[in-house]
């Protein structure tokens, strides 16, 4: 089921080779690992993520540098990239935010001229599209995750789209205690791990990817629904819209709310009528343990804690019916004013 699982998600991201691993996490650690970071090594990343697209290149014992982000896209702005790049910068890991593709060829370009890899966290973007080519598709590794949450499941999971036979074999290895194919299962050829997909979770993401289009298409028709019902709205904003280079793979519905609003009272207003909503994402540069290692306090990535501060996921899933959604609408609007 592991080979069907690979060969699937390889069909639908438009990649040469996929890797299944554990976890994004484990899929990023890996893609780090394969990019030789190690102790003294730097890699620029995004602080408007998930804790897991910095913390794996704390796992190999290097630094992650965190470059601020475009207000509209939520991801990382090149041009903070270029301005954060040191002697010792070894990579760039460059996040796909609530599935919006991040500024790609300006990345690329950025990490050929200045000799970096370049690492895709596409954990939340399976079927998005750059410039009219999918997430997974081009020649540096992408890494997608399959967690509930996600557009398509397989409980815990990951995988890794790569260009080239020879990066695949090497995470294959490396996700298998670092057995290499020539040996036997008790050989080992280098320091690997156990992050290996199981073959009952594949057997789930094969049945999963047979319906990736319909929730895809359901996820599309929620969010479509939503920016109607909210255009109304004033305080509100809906998320970035698609354009020429950007095709978003809806992941969750995220509205900013103007800077007056106070969000914990819309939050917890929204909770007293049923309505579930989170505060996504936080900084990952203020998180306890980065502040306590690095010493990083506010004011330091302003665009992106001004994201944190004002951002709020609503509930979004494929199931999401249109009467819930008028619900949750006509609840924020009571609560905004
Ligand atoms: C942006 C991002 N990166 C990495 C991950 C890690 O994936 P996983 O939970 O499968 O380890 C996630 C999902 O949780 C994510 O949203």
């Not at 994004?24 to 970071?37: D, E």
């Not at 280079?245 to 207003?269: C, G, M, N, Q």
Request: proline share 5%.
């Amino acid at each position: 089921m592991i080979d069907r699982f690979e060969q699937a998600v390889a069909e639908r991201v438009g990649a040469r080779h996929v890797v299944a691993v554990s976890s994004g996490t484990a899929g990023l650690h890996l893609c780090v690992r394969l990019a030789g970071l190690g102790p003294g090594g730097e890699a620029i990343t995004s602080p408007f993520s998930f804790v897991a697209s910095a913390n794996c290149i704390l796992y190999q014992g290097a630094t992650p540098i965190f470059a601020d982000i475009d207000p509209q896209t939520l991801n990382l702005d090149p041009a903070a990239v270029e301005a954060a790049i040191t002697p010792r910068t070894r990579a760039i890991v460059a996040v796909d935010i609530f599935g919006y593709p991040c500024e790609l060829e300006p990345l690329r370009e950025l990490a050929a001229r200045h000799g970096l890899a370049l690492i895709e966290d596409a954990c939340e973007a399976l079927g998005a599209e750059y410039r009219g080519r999918l997430l997974g598709s081009f020649d540096h590794p992408a890494v997608f995750a399959f967690y509930p949450n996600k557009q398509v499941t397989t409980g815990e999971g990951g995988a890794i789209a790569v260009a080239s036979e020879e990066e695949w074999r090497l995470l294959k290895s490396l996700s298998n205690q670092g057995r290499a194919d020539s040996g036997g299962w008790l050989e080992h050829a280098r320091l690997g791990y156990n992050y290996r997909l199981d073959d009952l979770s594949a057997a789930v993401g094969v049945a999963q990817l047979e319906k990736l289009d319909l929730l895809l298409s359901l996820r599309s028709q929620v969010a479509a629904r939503y920016a109607e019902l909210l255009a109304a709205i004033d305080g509100a904003e809906t998320p970035l819209a698609d354009d020429a280079d950007h095709r978003r793979s809806w992941f969750v519905y995220p509205v900013r709310l103007a800077p007056e609003i106070d969000r914990e009272r819309v939050i917890a207003r929204l909770a007293e009528r049923g309505v579930a909503t989170s505060r996504y994402l936080p900084s990952i540069h203020l998180q306890p343990y980065m502040r306590e290692r690095f010493g990083y306090g506010e004011g330091m990535l302003p665009v992106s804690e001004e994201a944190s501060r004002r951002m709020l996921a609503l509930p979004f899933f494929p199931e999401l019916s249109a009467e819930d959604q008028e619900y949750v609408v006509e609840e924020l609007r009571a609560a905004v004013r």
